[in-house]
Each structure stands twice: as C-alpha cells, then as structure tokens.
C-alpha cells in the first residue's frame, strides 16, 4: 500500500507540474487517502485491537 501511495504522490506531482491540476487534486485526494488507512490500520495494530499474522 506504501507503494501506491507513493506511485500517486509522484503522479500528482508530475501532473501538477505539467498543469493538469485536476488531475493532480484526485491523485493527490487518493494518496491522501490511502495515508489515513495505513495510518489507521498502524494504531489498531501498536494497541493491539488488530494482528495480522
């Protein structure tokens, strides 16, 4: 998932870059998204509510 977020904060970058600012907004939207699952399925993880085995 890390991978993804970091595939679309280059992409939102570039976009943005190339002027394409829309586009930029939504790939940027989707990283940030994707930010708030990891961050949430991290603290379910340290307080032990969720193993992943």
Request: charge should be positive.
């Amino acid at each position: 998932m890390i991978k993804w977020i970091l595939i679309l904060l280059v992409a939102a970058a570039v976009l943005g870059l190339l002027g394409f600012g829309r586009l930029s907004g939504a790939a940027l939207s989707g990283a940030k998204l994707l930010i708030g699952i990891v961050l949430i399925l991290f603290l379910l993880m340290l307080f032990g509510i969720l193993v992943i085995a």
